[in-house]
């Protein structure tokens, strides 16, 4: 069965900082998508990214960069100069690509990010 | 564009009482999920539809669970009787097939549900 782990329940960080969220995933697919989601205080779920197990390469957008490790099952999310508004809770999610799992969305349990001013 | 819209976003009822959550999803979207979330356990599938076919419903939790898809625009959740264990937030998410793979799912805001 397919799992996501966040092991960081909470961070706290100050304004500027850089600040890496972890996620480790066990599947036993060989083609998977990874995600990641961000849920601000409003509540609302915003998709940030999506990699599929084929492409390792590691990915810049402003800001935010994404770790995309296969030989350590790690798909790491990394903020760079923190900002007030990145406060929220952060979901890794995984997808199979096999019939059964097609379109699933496993979470993790999320980890909660606050910037302090 | 708009989103995926659900509705009511807040919904306070009593015990036994019967819920129906709606769902809209984006036009064009054959798949659309139903999750809840909870501070226990997290966010969870519950059941998910492909082109209006329900495909899998094992997260569903018990009978008195029910969703539907009549049409491609619109989705239900009915929880009949309610209990104080339902109170969660609900999402309703929407995805298409799309070429290359498991396309990324665009939640609604979710309907916070409390049950007393």
């Known amino acids: 069965a397919q799992k996501v782990t966040q092991a960081q329940t909470e961070i706290s960080v100050v304004e500027k900082e850089d600040v890496t969220l972890d996620c480790v995933y066990e599947t036993r697919d060989t083609t998977y998508y990874l995600f990641w989601y961000k849920q601000p205080p409003s509540g609302e779920l915003v998709f940030l990214i999506r990699?599929?197990?084929?492409?390792?390469q590691n990915e810049i957008s402003g800001r935010y960069s994404w770790n995309f490790q296969k030989s350590t099952s790690s798909f790491n999310f990394t903020i760079t100069a923190s900002q007030v508004v990145d406060s929220a809770v952060y979901f890794c999610a995984l997808s199979e690509a096999s019939r059964a799992g097609y379109g699933k969305l496993t979470f993790g349990q999320g980890t909660i990010l606050t910037v302090h001013p | 564009d708009a989103g995926v819209i659900q509705s009511p976003r807040h919904e306070v009822t009593e015990m036994g009482q019967e819920v129906t959550l709606r769902c809209k999803p984006i036009s064009g979207h054959d798949y659309l999920f139903w999750y809840r979330q909870t501070m226990m356990r997290g966010l969870e599938l519950l059941i998910y539809?492909?082109?209006?076919?329900?495909?899998?419903d094992s997260g569903m939790p018990e009978d008195r669970f029910s969703a539907k898809m009549p049409n491609a625009s619109f989705s239900t959740l009915k929880i009949q009787p309610s209990e104080p264990r339902d109170s969660a937030v609900y999402f309703c998410a929407s995805s298409s097939k799309g070429t290359g793979g498991n396309q990324p799912q665009h939640f609604g805001d979710g309907t916070r549900l409390s049950i007393l």
């Open positions: 990699r599929n197990s084929f492409d390792e």
């Open positions: 539809f492909n082109n209006n076919v329900p495909i899998d």
